[in-house]
């Protein structure tokens, strides 16, 4: 069973950064794309950053564009969200997602982690 687990949320400062990791196991890790979705209370949930298998396609929400920064490893099947200059309005539950390169949808969804900027 394909499993992802995000880790590195918390409780930051305006301003600040946090790091959030994602570790995939049992998934043919270099064959899939990944993305980091979000989640703010009675919110839709919002595609906040993706990258492709090899790493060299990413994409940014507007929201995000020039504070946040995706990589990934896949010698290592981890992926990661480098979140700098962080405001309140980023707030919310983040989601790891991977989806296999020739399809469209995101199917496999870690539990999510929780962070929170306080002003």
């Known amino acids: 069973q394909v499993q992802l687990l995000e880790s590195g949320g918390g409780l930051v400062l305006s301003g600040g950064s946090l790091r959030l990791s994602c570790a995939a196991s049992?998934?043919?890790?270099?064959?899939?794309?990944m993305g980091w979705f979000r989640q703010a209370p009675q919110k839709e949930r919002e595609r906040v950053a993706t990258?492709?298998?090899?790493?060299?396609?990413?994409y940014y929400a507007d929201s995000v564009k020039g504070r946040f920064t995706i990589s990934r490893n896949n010698a290592q099947n981890t992926m990661y969200l480098q979140m700098d200059s962080l405001r309140p309005e980023d707030t919310a539950v983040y989601y790891c997602a991977a989806k296999y390169y020739t399809t469209f949808d995101y199917n496999y969804w870690g539990q999510g982690t929780q962070v929170t900027v306080s002003s």
């Open positions: 049992r998934l043919a890790f270099s064959g899939y794309d």
């Open positions: 990258i492709d298998w090899s790493g060299n396609s990413k």
